[in-house]
């Protein structure tokens, strides 16, 4: 198996090779790593739920009540009331009737898209969607057919195209996790419509976010509810764990009978379910932790704008600022963790070669000091690579 080392050392002479850093203690806007804390510029926590005593008190309490294991999957003997109260929860959230839990977001993908679609069927997709998107599809044996990045007449064009297959299906990230620009969905919801296609949407980064009540990007774009599947995780702005989605009742009975990773797995554990759905609590009942991400990307807009640093105007809190080589990126990375910023170089395969960046993400609670503190660092850290 020479393999194994030939491989991570080709990884490692190109600056590819991924290893973990180990966080003490709970997730938030900033953490302590070898004993050092760092400003956390990299996590997907937005409204800064994950370590909320709220959260800590619901899972402790359904630990005590239920356990801490299901022990089989949810058609066996694992289903609990927890879980149809969060499968309810989450259908409120998006306005559907019914809604399915999964493990994690990534296993609602790999599981949802083979089963709307097959062999003799068309998928289409965003030339940027996520990785779970595209495993989703492969799995799915159908004729993948790729269009532009957030280009409704082109999705058009190829919906046309397919138009001999039994079914179409159209899968697009509503907010894309590594440059934090939002799909155009109206238009997208409305080139399938007239194309007789199906369209399913991953909410990951947009469930809490996006809408004056964290409903997502159908509430952003003032969208009333629809067809439309809806796909979304409970890892991200809830502050907890899991996969879902939600859709017409004959959706998600067809998605329990069908969906593989939904059947062969175990179910959530009672206190990850508590979690999660004091998450949703929060979400839908106090905007504060929404206004003040909202307050924070404003804020990081008009800094990275006035320095250069950015060219759009963001309205989710995914922030990418592109460096190029991957060697550059890394080091301005690395920079920016001894001035006390984690931050992470995001490099190929993740993103495409030539554009490796950083992909900053903020939290509700990150303060305004912190957020100057760090366009500071990243422009000083800039500044250094470019002479250098």
């Not at 809604?99 to 089963?115: K, R, S």
């Not at 599809?137 to 057919?145: F, I, N, P, T, W």
């Not at 593989?260 to 839908?284: D, H, K, M, N, Q």
């Not at 920079?335 to 070669?353: N, Y």
Request: charged letters at 25%; hydrophobic letters at 40%; proline letters at 5%.
């Amino acid at each position: 198996m020479d393999f194994l080392r030939e491989t991570l050392d080709d990884l490692a002479r190109n600056g590819l090779l991924r290893e973990t850093r180990c966080i003490d203690g709970p997730q938030g806007p900033v953490v302590r790593i070898a004993g050092r804390s760092v400003v956390c510029l990299c996590s997907n926590n937005y409204l800064s739920l994950a370590s909320r005593p709220e959260l800590a008190r619901a899972a402790a309490k359904a630990a005590e009540e239920c356990g801490c294991g299901t022990g089989a999957s949810r058609l066996l003997s694992g289903n609990m009331a927890l879980h149809d109260d969060l499968e309810s929860a989450i259908a409120r959230l998006k306005r559907r009737d019914a809604a399915i839990l999964f493990a994690t977001g990534y296993m609602a993908n790999v599981g949802t898209i083979p089963a709307l679609v097959s062999r003799d069927d068309a998928v289409i997709v965003d030339k940027l969607d996520h990785a779970s998107i595209i495993d989703g599809c492969r799995l799915s044996g159908a004729k993948m057919l790729v269009y532009p990045h957030c280009d409704p007449e082109r999705l058009e064009h190829v919906l046309k195209q397919a138009a001999r297959c039994r079914r179409r299906l159209v899968v697009t990230d509503s907010v894309f996790s590594m440059d934090g620009d939002v799909a155009p969905l109206p238009e997208i919801a409305d080139a399938c419509r007239r194309r007789g296609a199906m369209l399913m949407i991953d909410e990951a980064h947009a469930t809490g976010v996006l809408g004056a009540t964290g409903r997502g990007t159908e509430e952003h774009f003032g969208m009333a509810p629809s067809g439309i599947i809806v796909m979304g995780t409970l890892s991200k702005a809830a502050g907890s764990l899991g996969g879902f989605v939600t859709g017409s009742r004959d959706l998600i009975n067809y998605l329990r009978n069908l969906a593989r990773s939904f059947i062969y797995t175990t179910a959530l554990p009672p206190p990850v379910c508590a979690a999660s759905l004091e998450g949703l609590r929060l979400i839908a009942g106090d905007t504060r932790p929404r206004e003040k991400l909202r307050a924070n990307i404003e804020l990081l807009n008009d800094l990275l704008q006035s320095r250069g640093l950015s060219a759009g105007q963001n309205v989710t809190p995914i922030f990418a600022v592109r460096i190029g080589e991957v060697e550059k990126a890394m080091a301005v990375s690395r920079r920016l963790f001894a001035a006390g910023f984690l931050c992470p170089a995001i490099r190929p395969p993740t993103v495409p070669a030539g554009t490796s960046r950083l992909r900053v993400s903020l939290q509700a609670d990150h303060t305004e000091d912190q957020i100057r503190g760090f366009v500071e660092a990243l422009e000083d850290a800039r500044a250094c690579e470019i002479e250098g």
